[in-house]
C-alpha cells in the first residue's frame, strides 16, 4: 500500500512540475554575467560596439534605482566605425528552460536603429537561434523568428495570436530566400518600438521545451500576477504570440544557447530598406549619414531592463546532445568569394503586407548548408525578398576584437521590420532579415 502510493504520488508530482528559478540576472551582478562584444559588427552595421569599463565611463552602462540602463552614444558626431553601442552575450548556455524579460524601455522608434534580444547556439545554424525581440527604424510591431539547418518546419494550427509569414526554418529553404527561417510577426502594436515604450514596456516570456518554442508579450497593465510573484506558469497565460512547432526536432536543432541583447544600426537591414522607408528617408540621403550627425535622434536609444530571469522545469534542463555536424576548420559555402561581401537585399516588404503561410509541406534541400569555422569564416548569405536574417555566433566570444564565425546575412522580411537571426561567431557574427547570422 505504502508503496503504490508512492509511486502514485511521484506520477502526480511530475504531471504538475512547475519551473523554479535558475539565474537571476540581478541588477547589481548583471555586466558580471555577460561578455561585452567589442570585434566588428558582423551586419555591417555603422555601429562601434565597447567594453564594459568604456560604456560606463561614457554613461552607456548604469544602474538606476535597481534597472539596467543600456545605451548609445546621443551626445557626439560618430567617426570610424560609428557610433557607440553595446552588445553582450551571457556567459551561460541555456538548453530547455523559461526566460522572462521585464523591459521599462527598449531602444526603438529612431531611424537607423536596430534592436535585438535573442538567442544563439554555437556552429550556427546547426546549434539553432531563437529571435525574441527584433526590429528596426520606426517598426511598431515586434518579429519572432527560428533559425536552423535543414529539417525544421513548423504549422500554423490556431495556437497562436500572431502571423505566420515563413514556415520552414532551414537558412536554406528553397523559395524563402536565404536565412529566411521560420517567422511569426506580432498583431499587437505596443509589443514594439515607439507603442511598447509609450505604454511603460512590459514582460517577455519565452518558453522551450522538446516540442516547441513559445513566445509570449504582456503590456505593463496584464502581467500575469504569477509571473510578477516569482512562480511562472505559461499554462495560465493564453495564446502565445508565436508558437514554433511542427514538423522539427527541437533538441537537435537548438542546444547550448546564449542570450544576446544589442542595438545595432543601419548595416544588411535598417540600412538596406533606408531608401524604401517613408519615414527615415526624407530625414537624410543614407542610413550612415543620418546616423552619423544626428545623436540627439538617439537619446531615447537603450535598454532599461527590470529583470531578466531564467526558469528551468524542476531546476534542471537536459543535458546538451552531439547531433550537430562538427564544424571544418576550412569549409566554405558554395560560392563565396574570398573578401567578406555586402549582403545583397533587393525587395522588403512592409510588416504590414506580410502574407499568410498556409499550413503545407516545404520542400527540404538535398544537401545541407555547408558549416562555417567556429573561429571565423566569412560566409555571408545574401538577402532576398521576405528574407529573414539569421543568427550570429557570440559564443566563447570575451570581449575581444577576435573574428568569429560569419553565419550568415538576413534578407528582412518587412520594408522596415522583419526579424534577423543568421550565424554569428566569437568576434563577428552573420547577418540577419528576420535575420539568421548576427
Given at each position: 500500500?505504502?508503496?503504490?502510493?508512492?509511486?502514485?504520488?511521484?506520477?502526480?508530482?511530475?504531471?504538475?512540475?512547475?519551473?523554479v528559478?535558475?539565474?537571476?540576472?540581478?541588477?547589481?551582478?548583471?555586466?558580471?554575467?555577460?561578455?561585452?562584444?567589442?570585434g566588428?559588427?558582423?551586419?555591417?552595421?555603422?555601429?562601434?560596439?565597447?567594453?564594459?569599463?568604456?560604456?560606463?565611463?561614457?554613461?552607456?552602462?548604469?544602474?538606476?534605482?535597481g534597472?539596467?540602463y543600456?545605451?548609445?552614444?546621443?551626445?557626439?558626431?560618430?567617426?570610424?566605425?560609428?557610433?557607440?553601442?553595446?552588445?553582450?552575450?551571457s556567459?551561460?548556455e541555456?538548453n530547455?528552460?523559461?526566460?522572462?524579460?521585464?523591459?521599462?524601455?527598449?531602444?526603438?522608434?529612431?531611424?537607423?536603429?536596430?534592436?535585438?534580444f535573442w538567442?544563439?547556439?554555437?556552429?550556427w545554424?546547426?546549434?539553432?537561434?531563437?529571435?525574441?525581440?527584433?526590429g528596426?527604424?520606426?517598426?511598431?510591431?515586434?518579429?519572432?523568428?527560428?533559425?536552423t539547418?535543414?529539417?525544421c518546419?513548423?504549422?500554423?494550427?490556431?495556437?497562436?495570436?500572431?502571423?505566420?509569414?515563413?514556415?520552414?526554418?532551414?537558412?536554406?529553404?528553397?523559395?524563402?530566400?536565404?536565412?529566411?527561417g521560420c517567422?511569426i510577426?506580432?498583431?499587437?502594436?505596443?509589443?514594439?518600438?515607439?507603442?511598447?515604450?509609450n505604454?511603460?514596456?512590459?514582460?517577455f516570456?519565452?518558453?522551450?521545451?522538446?516540442?516547441?518554442?513559445?513566445?509570449?508579450?504582456f503590456?505593463r497593465?496584464?502581467i500575469?500576477s504569477?509571473?510578477?510573484?516569482?512562480?511562472p506558469?505559461?499554462?495560465?497565460?493564453?495564446l502565445?504570440?508565436?508558437?514554433?512547432?511542427?514538423?522539427?526536432?527541437?533538441?537537435a536543432k537548438?542546444?547550448?544557447?546564449?542570450?544576446i541583447?544589442?542595438?545595432?544600426?543601419?548595416?544588411?537591414w535598417a540600412?538596406?530598406?533606408?531608401?524604401?522607408?517613408s519615414?527615415?528617408?526624407?530625414?537624410?540621403?543614407t542610413?550612415?549619414?543620418y546616423?552619423?550627425?544626428?545623436?540627439?535622434?538617439f537619446?531615447?536609444t537603450?535598454?532599461?531592463?527590470?529583470s531578466?530571469?531564467?526558469?528551468?522545469e524542476?531546476?534542471?534542463?537536459?543535458?546538451?546532445?552531439?547531433?550537430?555536424?562538427?564544424?571544418?576548420p576550412?569549409?566554405?559555402?558554395?560560392?563565396q568569394p574570398t573578401?567578406?561581401?555586402?549582403a545583397?537585399?533587393?525587395?522588403?516588404?512592409?510588416?504590414?503586407?506580410?502574407?499568410t503561410?498556409?499550413?503545407?509541406p516545404?520542400p527540404?534541400?538535398?544537401?545541407?548548408?555547408?558549416q562555417?569555422?567556429?573561429s571565423?569564416?566569412?560566409?555571408?548569405?545574401?538577402?532576398?525578398?521576405?528574407?529573414?536574417?539569421q543568427?550570429?555566433?557570440?559564443?566563447?566570444?570575451?570581449?575581444?576584437?577576435?573574428?568569429?564565425?560569419?553565419g550568415?546575412?538576413?534578407?528582412?522580411?518587412?520594408?522596415?521590420?522583419?526579424?534577423?537571426?543568421?550565424?554569428?561567431?566569437?568576434?563577428?557574427?552573420?547577418?540577419?532579415g528576420?535575420?539568421?547570422?548576427?
Open positions: 500500500m505504502r508503496s503504490t502510493f508512492s509511486v502514485l504520488s511521484l506520477l502526480v508530482a511530475s504531471a504538475t512540475a512547475s519551473y528559478l535558475e539565474d537571476d540576472y540581478a541588477a547589481s551582478s548583471f555586466a558580471s554575467m555577460f561578455d561585452f562584444f567589442t566588428d559588427d558582423p551586419t555591417h552595421g555603422y555601429v562601434n560596439y565597447i567594453n564594459q569599463q568604456q560604456a560606463q565611463n561614457q554613461g552607456m552602462y548604469k544602474v538606476e534605482n534597472a539596467v543600456m545605451g548609445v552614444d546621443s551626445s557626439n558626431v560618430a567617426s570610424g566605425r560609428g557610433r557607440d553601442s553595446i552588445r553582450i552575450s556567459k551561460k541555456y530547455h528552460g523559461l526566460f522572462i524579460l521585464d523591459l521599462a524601455h527598449m531602444p526603438a522608434g529612431a531611424c537607423g536603429t536596430w534592436p535585438a538567442l544563439l547556439g554555437p556552429n545554424p546547426y546549434g539553432g537561434e531563437v529571435d525574441i525581440i527584433e528596426v527604424n520606426t517598426q511598431s510591431a515586434n518579429s519572432m523568428a527560428l533559425h539547418d535543414a529539417g518546419s513548423i504549422s500554423h494550427t490556431g495556437d497562436f495570436s500572431g502571423t505566420l509569414s515563413t514556415d520552414n526554418c532551414d537558412v536554406a529553404a528553397p523559395g524563402q530566400g536565404t536565412n529566411v517567422a510577426h506580432s498583431q499587437d502594436s505596443s509589443s514594439f518600438g515607439q507603442g511598447f515604450n505604454n511603460g514596456g512590459g514582460v516570456a519565452t518558453e522551450w521545451t522538446s516540442d516547441y518554442i513559445s513566445i509570449w508579450f503590456s497593465g496584464a500575469p504569477d509571473i510578477s510573484g516569482g512562480n506558469d505559461p499554462s495560465n497565460w493564453g502565445p504570440a508565436a508558437k514554433f512547432a511542427g514538423a522539427c526536432d527541437i533538441d537548438f542546444q547550448n544557447q546564449k542570450m541583447m544589442n542595438v545595432a544600426f543601419c548595416g544588411d540600412g538596406s530598406v533606408w531608401s524604401t522607408d519615414t527615415c528617408a526624407p530625414q537624410a540621403s542610413c550612415q549619414d546616423v552619423q550627425n544626428n545623436p540627439s535622434a537619446q531615447n537603450y535598454w532599461m531592463i527590470n531578466l530571469r531564467v526558469y528551468s524542476n531546476g534542471a534542463g537536459p543535458a546538451p546532445t552531439q547531433s550537430q555536424p562538427s564544424a571544418s576550412t569549409v566554405t559555402s558554395p560560392g573578401t567578406e561581401p555586402t545583397s537585399i533587393t525587395t522588403f516588404e512592409t510588416i504590414t503586407n506580410i502574407p503561410v498556409t499550413n503545407t516545404v527540404q534541400p538535398t544537401t545541407d548548408q555547408p562555417t569555422t567556429g571565423g569564416g566569412n560566409g555571408n548569405g545574401n538577402g532576398g525578398n521576405n528574407a529573414n536574417w543568427g550570429w555566433n557570440d559564443n566563447n566570444n570575451n570581449g575581444g576584437s577576435g573574428g568569429g564565425g560569419f550568415g546575412g538576413r534578407g528582412g522580411s518587412g520594408g522596415s521590420g522583419g526579424s534577423w537571426g543568421g550565424g554569428r561567431g566569437g568576434g563577428g557574427g552573420g547577418g540577419r528576420s535575420w539568421g547570422g548576427r
